[in-house]
């Protein structure tokens, strides 16, 4: 079964999944000072926020089942071969990271969440 599943091209769907994106972005900014759980957390909402409003624009979305998340990033890993592979590394590590912090103990730095927070704020930049 794939991952995917088609979705009608929706403009204004995928204008306010950018625009949401861009709120996490600066809410995670926001964070930073305060809390360094929260902002990565925020930015990995970012992430995937942005990564889903890519798929959409493609004509696609992820099916509702367990790792859809990671079929968000493998998804947006093809679709912007310019952006370094390392990236792709940081963002499936944020996922695993939040997911622990989430259901388990994780400790996460302020130097990870500020990384997580420039990163997809960069990446943001071009949508």
Known sequence: MTKTKPQQFNAKQIQQFI??????VAAARKNL?????MAYEIAYEAM???SLALML?????????????IAIIEFAQKHLPRCPAETFIMFDRM?????DA????????DTEAQEAVSTFG???IAY
Request: hydrophobic share 35%; charged share 35%.
């Open 95 to 99: 996922r695993r990271k939040r997911n």
């Open 33 to 37: 000072a305060v809390d360094a759980e």
């Open 19 to 24: 625009a949401d994106a861009r709120k996490r």
């Open 57 to 69: 624009s493609c004509g696609q979305r992820p099916r509702k089942q367990l790792g859809h998340h």
């Open 102 to 109: 989430f259901y388990d103990v994780a400790i996460i730095s």
């Open 48 to 50: 995937i926020k942005g």
């Open 122 to 124: 960069a990446i943001l």
